[in-house]
């Protein structure tokens, strides 16, 4: 039992911990952030020196390109307010050239010198009328837009009395900065509410969105958020090695920007102890806040982290090791017992011709490189060992099982739809099994569909599975037809195909979709034409309870008409237009929502149940090898308790709709003799 003293410290600890990185955030706010926060609140308010509207191009959130018509004289005043805030002058030739370029981009036209410093002088003018410029002319040097060259020149300044309002808002942007989120040393505080959770100076909810402290929620889910925050990482010794081998030889590697960041910020957790921060978002799925850095990251991120503290691998800890060193080596397809057989077979490749990331990447090209790294390193480490000794190693390896396409699984269970189950591997089997794999049965399916063009078939059969996942998967997350068929042509593109084939093979990976996975059609179909009725009968927002009490909702609103776009200037002006509800992104998001609700409550489920140290990565679990064995059997187990429960009816009574009856006939409790819904 901790001492008082103890708790004292590590309060103490924390404190710190969660001040400086509020510091930090604060820190973060420049002339920029401030500039941009005065102008969302006020250029509404700006006189109108510039009449009429133009139209602007860009990418909706559904990377389409998008035309719409917008003020002029707002653009105008975002591109002078933008540019005189964020550095603190400006002249009628620094602001004329801006405007100058803008007009170019913007409108496709060509200002001269003599209109755009008019333009120009209209708007200084007026910021001087307003104090928000000074009235007098000061010399200054500044790097001038066009030339990049220093330039001396008579500016215009900020007022005082504007710098000092500016102050204020800078203050107010400060203390309403939430903290930049890290791996931390000391555990964070358990949440008790949705604003109370992590420490008191976080300034960070749990669920993002949900405003009000009144919000409460349920208990069952703060224990599952709770408990994964309680968990202590390490970084494996193997991953600080690959950091400094890839740091020191970047001319071998195509590492991203991001990546080299990445690989140098673990270098500061070498031989520490971490935890990471959770919060949720309205679905109710979890995150662990660790910025550039987390278990639920990229491959490198999650061979990282392994558990701090260790487990005795006991009986059939080496049974799981062998199992997640061939998941992570691109075995997955095999039956469980020849996965372990599969490590057997190649133990001494595994243990005499891998030294490191680089021989992984030599020998096994299809691998998740990193993990793989360190599962081999693992085996190593045991196998060097006395036989009898073994089952005594202490491993602090961190073994995932992944849910078989999770989303489609839970539509399988909700629909009864025998063949999706099947498909995802929901249905009884045994470790001499081979698991059913999605992606090739759909690519399979499809290049077998008859009266099916050689080309396109051809086309199928070369990329396989490959090309199969991204349909399969955008398909459960609500894809229709349209975009299906458009990211096939980009697949095609891509490697270099004809991309005129694009529609001839996604509409063969549909009719597969719909033939093998037929789930996702009925309770996408069902919920949209719900949401669709219920929209028309004036509803804007909707909100079920999941099966641990955990409140979902799904409302999107269209901002865009208040948004303001100038060149790379963004200005987001809340009180411009009320917004109005986006039905096409609502109607369309209702079924991935909801999947992602009951695949989220899923794994809650699973965290609470075990009495042991959890990692989660959304449809993946992760524990100790020792305690592997248990977990899967939870995670059968808690599969079946989250569909006891109808959140669908939930839904459909809350929206006022008749539940959706569902005539399949698949049982969910046969995943609980099931080897492959979570392998």
């Known amino acids: ?128 009328s307003t104090a928000i410029l000074s009235g007098k002319l000061e010399k200054t040097k500044y790097i001038h837009p066009d030339t990049n060259e220093e330039t001396e020149s008579l500016v215009v300044k900020l007022s005082d009395k504007f710098r000092e309002m500016m102050l204020v808002e800078e203050e107010e942007l400060r203390e309403s900065a939430e903290l930049i989120c890290k791996p931390l040393s000391n555990k964070p505080e358990n949440w008790t509410s949705n604003i109370d959770g992590i420490h008191a100076d976080s300034n960070i909810q749990l669920i993002n969105g949900k405003l009000f402290a009144g919000d409460e929620i349920a208990q069952p889910v703060l224990d599952a958020v709770n408990k994964l925050q309680a968990v202590k990482f390490r970084v494996a010794p193997c991953i600080i090695d690959a950091a400094y081998d890839i740091l020191d030889n970047q001319h071998e590697y195509n590492s991203s920007d991001e990546d080299m960041r990445m690989f140098k910020e673990i270098l500061q957790f070498e031989n520490k102890e971490v935890y990471f921060m959770v919060t949720m978002d309205k679905r109710g799925r979890m995150y662990y806040r660790g910025g550039l850095l987390s278990p639920q990251g990229t491959d490198f991120c999650k061979a990282a982290f392994q558990f701090a503290e260790g487990k005795v691998l006991g009986e059939n800890g080496i049974k799981a090791v062998a199992l997640h060193t061939a998941n992570v080596l691109g075995q997955d397809k095999l039956s469980i017992n020849d996965r372990v057989k599969w490590v057997d077979d190649n133990m001494a490749l595994l243990m005499l011709g891998i030294n490191d990331h680089h021989d992984v990447r030599e020998h096994f090209p299809k691998a998740d490189v990193f993990q793989a790294t360190v599962a081999i390193m693992e085996i190593q480490a045991i196998m060097q060992l006395p036989e009898d000794d073994r089952i005594n190693f202490v491993s602090h390896l961190v073994c995932h099982q992944d849910g078989t396409c999770n989303g489609l699984q839970h539509m399988a269970a909700i629909t009864k739809n025998r063949q999706t189950a099947i498909s995802v591997n929901c249905v009884a089997s045994t470790h001499d099994d081979k698991p059913s794999d999605m992606y090739g049965i759909i690519a399979s399916y499809a290049g077998d569909i008859k009266g099916i063009e050689d080309s396109a078939h051809n086309l199928i059969v070369k990329y396989g599975r490959s090309m199969a996942k991204n349909p399969v998967m955008i398909t459960g997350y609500g894809a229709g037809e349209a975009t299906i068929i458009g990211n096939t042509a980009k697949y095609l593109i891509e490697h270099n195909e004809d991309a005129q084939w694009g529609e001839a093979v996604g509409e063969a990976y549909l009719a597969a979709i719909e033939a093998n996975a037929g789930a996702v059609k009925s309770l996408t179909n069902a919920l949209k034409s719900r949401v669709q009725k219920a929209v028309e009968n004036g509803a804007t927002k909707f909100t079920w309870t999941t099966n641990d009490g955990f409140v979902a909702s799904t409302e999107y609103r269209d901002v865009e008409p208040n948004r303001i776009r100038a060149g790379v200037f963004n200005a987001l002006v809340k009180d411009l237009f009320k917004p109005e509800l986006d039905v096409i992104k609502t109607v369309g998001a209702m079924s991935p929502n909801f999947i992602h609700s009951i695949d989220s409550t899923h794994v809650r489920q699973v965290t609470v149940k075990c009495d042991h140290s959890l990692v989660l990565v959304h449809d993946s679990v992760g524990s100790h090898a020792a305690t592997y064995f248990d977990t899967a059997r939870v995670i059968r187990e808690e599969f079946v308790a989250v569909h006891e429960y109808e959140a669908l009816d939930n839904l459909c009574s809350n929206m006022g709709m008749r539940t959706p009856k569902f005539r399949g006939d698949f049982d969910v409790n046969e995943v609980l003799q099931s080897s492959y819904i979570f392998s």
């Open 1 to 128: 039992m901790l001492s008082l003293t103890k708790i004292a410290q590590a309060t103490s600890g924390l404190t710190s911990e969660i001040q400086g990185l509020r510091n930090l955030a604060k820190e973060r706010i420049t002339n920029r952030e401030i500039a941009r926060s005065f102008i969302n609140k006020h250029v509404p308010d700006m006189p109108v020196l510039c009449e009429g509207e133009h139209a602007v191009t860009f990418l909706d959130e559904r990377k389409q390109s998008s035309v719409k018509m917008q003020d002029k004289n707002l653009s105008l005043w975002v591109v002078a307010l933008q540019t005189t805030i964020e550095t603190g002058y400006t002249s009628y030739a620094l602001l004329g050239s801006i405007f100058s370029s803008w007009a170019k981009d913007t409108l496709n036209v060509d200002w001269d010198i003599k209109t755009a410093k008019n333009v120009a002088k209209m708007y200084i003018n007026t910021m001087q």
